[in-house]
């Protein structure tokens, strides 16, 4: 297992965990974290993290996907298709990656080949967060157009356009798919599919900066504070309550081992924590090692070597849905609560969009691997690029 985790310095830090020998009696088990490696990829502060069965990648504020093979414990390369801060990144399975950043663009990659396979200008402003459903067959993202959207991931088109009030910065689909939620400042507003509305709001003291689903019904919920909070999305009541950290708490997840269940959470104090969740949820966890890692922690990540994801892929257009058109129906437009449908299938990216090239010699953004070696050149004369287009001609 290998706790990985972004910072404000520009540095991905990677930890292996093992548990420490069966403790005696009454006694907790602990785990024993150990450096494993620090990276210095990007040249700005890295703002994503997302994870498979053997890569890991890491997007920043230098608009740029970086690619670690965790196995050979190798780099990869970088992805440069955005232009802005890379906002989200979100593995489905082995095979695909989707991207969101300021750029309003949602990237699709094959994470084989490692090529941008649909590139879709989902909003008007920035892409602030997005979540596939389990099933893979929808996604969601919010923007800071105000808007929540449902992408259709086997037509590979936007399903439709629901107006917020606000802009929201998060939004989760819960282990099953049942539910979801959509973040705006310190509310979270939770969606059911069987009720086409919102069932219900939580309201956290602070700003919410991060949240993950325990189960289908808690959730916990981490804010500008120390204090992490475990919820009842039926009731809206906080289960339990208890301090992580000595500073905000910027990112959490969690992951079920044979043992138990697990919770991890990344703060600007420096520390990596790992937590232990009790069968009771009215029990705050306990802790079961912490590494200080001396940086402003920004994102955060869980490597599983020995799990096997049985997620391969997205499904392909082809593939007949095990939804019923009538039930495919009633969730999209029930469920997802639509307030406008967009119309038509968008188009596939063409070789400009993509920024593909005859010229071999020229560096490319675009569904081309950029090798480690080469990136600071492209950046380079990407930035080089974009303040010769801000030149206007003197009257």
Request: some cysteine; proline content about 4%.
């Amino acid at each position: 297992m290998e706790l990985v985790a972004g910072s404000y310095e520009q540095v991905l830090f990677g930890f292996s965990v093992r548990p420490k020998p069966e403790a005696s009696g009454d006694e907790e088990q602990k785990w024993t974290p150990a450096a494993d490696f620090t990276h210095h990829a990007h040249t700005a502060s890295l703002s994503a993290v997302a994870v498979n069965s053997r890569f890991l990648v890491t997007g920043s504020k230098d608009e740029t996907i970086h690619i670690y093979d965790m196995k050979k414990k190798t780099d990869h390369g970088a992805l440069v298709h955005h232009n802005g801060t890379i906002t989200c990144l979100k593995f489905y399975g082995n095979r695909h990656l989707i991207s969101g950043a300021e750029d309003g663009l949602i990237c699709v990659w094959d994470a084989k080949k490692w090529e941008c396979l649909k590139s879709i200008r989902a909003h008007k402003g920035h892409v602030t967060f997005l979540s596939i459903h389990p099933s893979g067959k929808l996604a969601l993202s919010v923007g800071t157009d105000k808007t929540l959207r449902t992408w259709n991931l086997v037509e590979g088109r936007s399903a439709f356009i629901k107006n917020i009030k606000q802009n929201a910065h998060i939004v989760e689909w819960s282990p099953k798919g049942e539910k979801y939620v959509v973040v705006i400042l310190n509310k979270i507003d939770i969606y059911h599919l069987d009720t086409a509305s919102i069932s219900g709001t939580i309201t956290n003291e602070k700003r919410v900066s991060s949240v993950t689903f325990l189960s289908e019904s808690v959730l916990a919920v981490a804010g500008d504070e120390e204090v992490v909070r475990l919820f009842d999305c039926d009731s809206q009541l906080c289960l339990c309550e208890f301090k992580a950290h000595e500073n905000r708490v910027k990112d959490m997840c969690s992951f079920e081992i044979p043992e138990y269940h697990v919770m991890v959470t990344a703060s600007n104090d420096g520390f990596i924590k790992m937590w232990k969740l009790q069968q009771d949820q009215k029990v705050p966890p306990s802790l079961l090692c912490e590494v200080n890692t001396h940086a402003r922690l920004t994102c955060l990540g869980v490597w599983l070597d020995t799990v096997t994801d049985t997620k391969e892929s997205l499904p392909p257009a082809a593939e007949p849905s095990s939804v019923s058109e009538e039930e495919q129906s009633s969730v999209n437009t029930k469920a997802l609560g639509a307030r406008e449908q967009e119309g038509g299938a968008l188009p596939q990216p063409s070789t400009e969009e993509c920024g593909l090239t005859s010229n071999g010699n020229e560096p490319v953004r675009g569904n081309a691997l950029v090798p480690s070696k080469k990136r600071k050149t492209v950046e380079m004369l990407e930035k080089k690029k974009r303040k010769k287009q801000k030149i206007k001609p003197v009257q």
